[in-house]
């Protein structure tokens, strides 16, 4: 079946160690995303791909960086530099890139769930 | 980026309709109307988008205002199963992201 996965499901860090988050999609999207939740709050951008080995900046990037060195791919790294790293995390990926407005439906995984110890 | 504004929470009775609102008096010509549900501890789903004309789909209604500045999802028989935060979301306009700017949503709670 078409869709999205993130792993793992739960994640748990100690301070001062970096972590990866990983999100594939094999929905043939060209755009993907990532979001972070935190409790009671709605979702916020942190990066954004439009197209393959090009990535940029959302509204909350500062600790976070990302690659997209495959289409299907989009992983996010949480450092150390990031203060309060403890949040839900959610990728999504929608079909088209840039430039087509704001037609496109986004398809969102099942989230990762990060703690900080 | 425009906003919408949304109640934070409605009640409703199983098997009956449910009328959501939202307001976006700032929203431009070209900002489509999206609306998203999460359930806990899930990704959001997508629900219904719109333009300017009323839509259909085998989820919900998107009944929007002629002078686009609020609109309303319409659940026509509410389940236990569509208890869930609802958001209203604005998509950035064609010459940008694409993203979704999230709001906090109307907690939406469904009694038997």
């Known amino acids: 079946d078409g869709g999205i996965t993130q792993s793992p499901k739960y994640l748990f860090r100690k301070e001062g160690q970096n972590v990866t988050l990983s999100c594939e999609q094999n929905?043939?999207?060209?755009?993907m995303y990532w979001y972070r939740q935190d409790p009671g709050q709605g979702l916020r951008l942190i990066y954004y791909s439009q197209i393959v080995n090009d990535f940029q900046k959302g509204d909350i990037a500062e600790g976070y960086s990302v690659s997209r060195e495959k289409k299907e791919s989009f992983p996010l790294t949480v450092t150390s530099a990031q203060k309060n790293p403890t949040a839900f995390y959610l990728c999504?990926?929608?079909?088209?890139?840039?430039?087509?407005?704001?037609?496109?439906?986004?398809?969102f995984g099942p989230g990762t769930r990060l703690t900080v110890l | 980026d425009a906003k919408t504004t949304q109640p934070n929470s409605m009640e409703s009775n199983e098997e009956e309709p449910v009328h959501l609102p939202c307001n976006h008096s700032?929203?431009?010509?070209?900002?489509?109307i999206h609306w998203y549900r999460q359930l806990p501890s899930q990704g959001p789903e997508y629900v219904i988008h719109?333009?300017?004309s009323n839509v259909n789909n085998r989820m919900a209604s998107l009944a929007i205002a002629e002078d686009r500045k609020s609109s309303t999802l319409i659940l026509h028989r509410a389940t236990l199963r569509d208890a869930a935060v609802y958001y209203c979301i604005l998509r950035d306009s064609p010459s940008n992201t694409g993203k979704l700017i999230f709001g906090q949503g109307t907690t939406l709670q469904v009694k038997p």
């Open positions: 999504a990926s929608s079909p088209r890139g840039r430039g087509v407005g704001g037609r496109d439906e986004q398809f």
């Open positions: 929905l043939n999207h060209d755009a």
């Open positions: 719109g333009l300017t």
């Open positions: 700032t929203i431009s010509g070209t900002d489509y």
